[in-house]
Nanobody, 124 residues
């Protein structure tokens, strides 16, 4: 049974930083591309970041490029999302995802598994 368990969410002031983590189990972690999506109340789901299992290339959504960094630890089977220079528009529930695909990772339909989400709230 595949499980993706997010942690690290919380409340932070604008300009601050947070690091999210997602521990994966029940899958061969090194053969899965990992991603993060977010969804704020009343808004559509938004692609945040992804890392391809085959090339280790990273991808970022336009609104987080240059502020967020995705990276993995294949020993711990964990993917991280380092978030810096947070602003209130980053407030959302953040979801960890896993995909057997190597490309087109901005598309949520490409992902096979999703975590339960962790809330990030940024106050001004």
């Amino acid at each position: 049974q595949v499980q993706l368990v997010e942690a690290g969410g919380g409340s932070v002031q604008a300009g601050g930083s947070l690091r999210l983590s997602c521990a994966a189990s029940g899958l061969t972690f090194s053969r899965y591309s990992m991603g993060w999506f977010r969804q704020a109340p009343g808004k559509a789901r938004e692609f945040v970041a992804a890392i391809s299992w085959s090339s280790l290339r990273t991808y970022y959504g336009g609104s987080v490029e240059g502020r967020f960094t995705i990276f993995t630890d294949n020993v711990k089977n964990t993917v991280y999302l380092q978030m810096r220079s947070l602003n209130p528009e980053d407030t959302a529930n953040y979801y960890c995802t896993a995909s057997r695909q190597m490309a087109q990772l901005r598309d949520g339909e490409r992902y096979d598994y999703w975590g339960q989400g962790t809330q990030v709230t940024v106050s001004s």
